[in-house]
T-cell receptor, first 110, second 114 residues
Framework: LAKTTQPISMDSYEGQEVNITCSHN???????ITWYQQFPSQGPRFIIQ???TKVTNEVASLFIPADRKSSTLSLPRVSLSDTAVYYCLVGDNYGQNFVFGPGTRLSVLP | ETGVTQTPRHLVMGMTNKKSLKCEQHLGHNAMYWYKQSAKKPLELMFV???????ENNSVPSRFSPECPNSSHLFLHLHTLQPEDSALYLC?????????????FGNGTRLTVT
């Protein structure tokens, strides 16, 4: 079973900031939090990874509170091409690291 | 160029056929994975290889047989499949199999079993 819970779907408009929150109440001390993006008929693509506090790269930011029981992926100024499914994963032992949940289907509207 | 290349991109096979899916990674990674993605379902982890040894097999039917001859190549041999095996089969690699090693996916093989 996936160790994370995310909203099934979200809608947004072009130019808006989108925040997708993931709950991982049972996150372990050594677990990292990783987000992926998937377009139809393609493999998921790594977006960002973090352990605590805030991480930022050229495409997104990841906010992790001190208790690490949740995390928020922030996409600034989304465009139509950001319409995709976004997955949140947390690390664990062999084979448990990479259990995908249903993800969040983001629809960006014009 | 994703760094992980899967062939073929599309495959149609009958239930009595034998075929193989191929995956090659050009990233120098030590771990490779097979995932299955059926319509409107989450990705299902099938097999994990680390340094060419299988470390995880999530109760996959024996009609799916993986092979990892070296750290750059991964195969999935298919035989006597069922129509419900039709899905997108994704290969991935990572530096190692730890939780802090991001996965790099190929674009998959779309398999249709008739």
């Amino acid at each position: 079973l996936a160790k994370t819970t995310q909203p099934i779907s979200m809608d947004s408009y072009e130019g808006q900031e989108v925040n997708i929150t993931c709950s991982h109440n049972n996150i372990a001390t050594n677990d990292y939090i990783t987000w992926y993006q998937q377009f139809p008929s393609q493999g998921p693509r790594f977006i960002i990874q973090g352990y605590k506090t805030k991480v930022t790269n050229e495409v997104a930011s990841l906010f992790i509170p001190a208790d690490r029981k949740s995390s928020t992926l922030s996409l600034p100024r989304v465009s139509l091409s950001d319409t995709a499914v976004y997955y949140c994963l947390v690390g664990d032992n062999y084979g448990q690291n990479f259990v995908f949940g249903p993800g969040t289907r983001l629809s960006v509207l014009p | 160029e994703t760094g992980v290349t899967q062939t073929p991109r599309h495959l149609v096979m009958g239930m009595t056929n034998k075929k193989s899916l191929k995956c090659e990674q050009h990233l120098g990674h030590n771990a490779m994975y097979w995932y299955k993605q059926s319509a409107k379902k989450p990705l299902e982890l099938m097999f994990v290889y680390s340094l060419e040894e299988r470390v995880e097999n999530n109760s996959v039917p024996s009609r799916f047989s993986p092979e990892c001859p070296n750290s750059s190549h991964l195969f999935l041999h298919l035989h006597t499949l069922q129509p419900e095996d039709s899905a997108l089969y994704l290969c991935a690699s990572s530096q190692d199999s730890g939780g802090d090693a991001p996965l790099h996916f190929g674009n998959g093989t779309r398999l249709t079993v008739t």
